[in-house]
């Protein structure tokens, strides 16, 4: 099969022929239809991740068609359609056990544990636990965009921020996973906040529900910004982004008893940024990590999509060949790109 490697970290990858995978026992190997080009992905070429051994392909924004079922499968078949979560569970452990998937003690993530989905084919694992059946009314490209981005915002704004109609939020950074973070909370009542540095991110965020905007690049204080534009401050935060400014600038524009969600991958030097725990401790603040989102919570969020009060394919913005990913990979920390880009043809 055709595929994207790359044979050390930071150094340009290269389109290759590689052999086809085939599906691990209770696994599938899935034909990529559409698959993300994701900041984690760019994360992994540089090297800030453990679990990727070399030679790698990367990718795990997939969507597609089952083309090999493997043994002890029970609820899958071969044509059909289907996505999967970043981060699979093993189904076994306490935290599977107890419905949390999302931080399995065993977990796999394609194109991270294992060869992902910047190829023609992808292997998945532990299928009857974690793929997710896609709506026929759903496209591809559409599918493989919730793959990462849009799903973590999901749990991030709905189960670990626990938005409520006519709250404030603010969402630090307009890239994929905030700018699905601002339609999600729109779609729940919320009011929003959107903060960026570029202009036309921030006018899209406008487009996708955000109320009000800030742009980081001539706002001198962000934090005091979003507090005097939600009079007290934001009821639920959030990090889009990933980096000590956005990650503090969140905290700190919380009102009395807000929430801080932390999505955006705080990685190598921006691992241990600098928190404002003095404004935690007297505001009663808290600080919530947001790690993808299980399966079984798929169709909450495929119920808003398929009754309109979602529309996640406003978020695609291209659609490249498998060939041009190699640039877009390399290119993804310098933020050039509107909404979310798409690989659809292989």
């Not at 706002?219 to 956005?246: N, W």
Request: glycine share 10%; charged share 20%; with cysteine.
């Amino acid at each position: 099969m055709k595929a994207v490697v790359y044979e050390a970290f930071s150094a340009p990858p290269q389109l290759a022929e590689v052999p086809d995978p085939t599906p691990e026992p209770g696994g599938v190997v899935v034909k990529v239809m559409a698959t993300g080009i994701c900041r984690s992905d760019w994360h992994g070429w540089v090297g800030h991740d453990a679990d990727i051994r070399l030679p790698h392909v990367p990718g795990h924004e997939l969507a597609g068609v089952i083309e090999v079922v493997g043994d002890g499968v029970g609820r899958w078949k071969v044509g059909d359609r289907v996505t999967v979560p970043f981060v699979g569970g093993c189904g076994a452990c306490p935290q599977c056990n107890s419905g949390n998937q999302q931080v399995c003690d065993d977990q796999f993530q394609p194109g991270f544990t294992h060869w992902g989905s910047f190829a023609e084919y992808v292997s998945i694992h532990r299928a009857d636990t974690n793929l997710v059946r896609l709506p026929d009314t759903m496209d591809f490209a559409t599918a493989a965009s919730l793959g990462c981005r849009f799903v973590t915002s999901f749990r991030a704004v709905i189960d670990q921020g626990a938005t409520q109609a006519g709250q404030w939020v603010a969402i630090h950074g307009c890239g994929g996973v905030g700018l699905s973070a601002v339609m999600i909370a729109h779609a729940v009542g919320a009011n929003v906040v959107a903060v960026d540095i570029a202009a036309e991110k921030l006018e899209l965020a406008r487009s996708l529900g955000a109320d009000v905007v800030v742009n980081a690049t001539t706002e001198a204080d962000v934090a005091r910004a979003v507090t005097d534009l939600t009079e007290g401050g934001a009821h639920v935060s959030i990090d889009a982004l990933g980096h000590p400014t956005t990650c503090f600038n969140s905290i700190a524009n919380l009102r009395k008893r807000g929430k801080h969600i932390q999505v955006g991958l705080m990685l190598a030097d921006h691992r241990t940024p600098a928190v404002p725990m003095d404004t935690v401790i007297a505001n009663e603040l808290e600080i919530i990590g947001s790690h993808g989102m299980q399966a079984h919570r798929y169709g909450a969020m495929m119920s808003m999509i398929e009754s309109g009060k979602l529309a996640p394919e406003k978020l695609v913005g291209r659609t490249i060949r498998l060939e041009e990913s190699i640039d877009a990979l390399t290119r993804m920390d310098s933020f050039e790109e509107l909404g979310v880009t798409v690989i659809t043809e292989f």
